[in-house]
């Protein structure tokens, strides 16, 4: 059996949960924070390294002011709530993304909880915030080629040198990606990383993601034949 290292998800569908039920698209967003923590959990029980999860992406900014506002908050609602417990359970925070824009008390919390936790080992849960892949890639270019314009390096690097100025660096690469509510697309998350990573998409909205479903996925994760582009 194939282990699985560092699994992604793309958290959606909070706001038709809530629509769902009669309920404003906040209400959506609370309940998903006490799934971060469920399967946060489950992750790191069934012996998953990485766990990265979409919690903000640069084009959400697009959404109305009200509802990114309320966004911005559930960072100090999940750490206020769950810190303790990821701690107890010696589960790293990290984050990739920028606190640029973010607001400050929102920046503050997150790296105090990085800072807080950055020597536990059990697991690494990983926060896209303010995050979007082709940024990334841009600014991992940017890098690469002021380095090569000041005669740091040479203009020759890898693959593999090249993914060492991505944000994800140091990371194992990502097995499995997971995008909830029946949406079929990557929504610019990852989108280097993802190259031979397997894809499920479910039609559960993330308010509604248990272990089970997790469970699910993996299994169906170990069916999947990976051959990276060789013949079977």
């Known amino acids: ?10 958290m959606d569908g909070n706001g038709r949960w809530a629509k769902a039920r009669g309920k404003i698209r906040t209400e959506g967003h ?18 998953i390294e990485v766990l990265t999860l979409y919690a903000f992406s640069t084009e959400n900014w697009k959404r109305s002011s009200e509802e990114v506002g309320y ?75 002021a380095e090569v314009a000041s005669g740091k390096i040479a203009n020759d690097c890898t693959e593999e040198q090249f993914e060492q100025y991505l944000m994800t660096a140091g990371l194992p690469p990502v097995d499995l990606c997971i995008r909830t509510s029946k949406e079929y697309r990557l929504s610019n998350f990852l989108l280097w990383q993802l190259a031979y990573a397997e894809l499920i998409f479910v039609d559960v909205l993330w308010p509604d993601f248990t272990s089970d479903t997790l469970d699910e996925c993996l299994l ?11 013949a079977k």
């Open 1 to 10: 059996m194939e282990k699985i290292r560092h699994v992604a998800i793309i």
């Open 30 to 47: 609370f309940k998903g924070v006490e799934v971060v923590r469920d399967i946060a959990i489950a992750a790191k029980e069934r012996g």
């Open 71 to 145: 966004l911005m908050k559930l960072p100090a609602l999940f750490f206020s709530r769950y810190l303790k417990e990821l701690m107890e359970k010696n589960i790293r925070i990290t984050m990739i993304g920028s606190l640029d824009g973010v607001p400050k008390d929102t920046a503050q919390i997150l790296r105090k909880a990085m800072e807080q936790t950055r020597n536990n080992t059990a697991m690494t849960l990983n926060f896209a915030m303010n995050y979007g892949s082709r940024r990334e890639i841009t600014e991992a270019a940017r890098a690469y080629a």
């Open 220 to 230: 169906e994760f170990q069916r999947r034949d990976r051959r990276f582009g060789g």
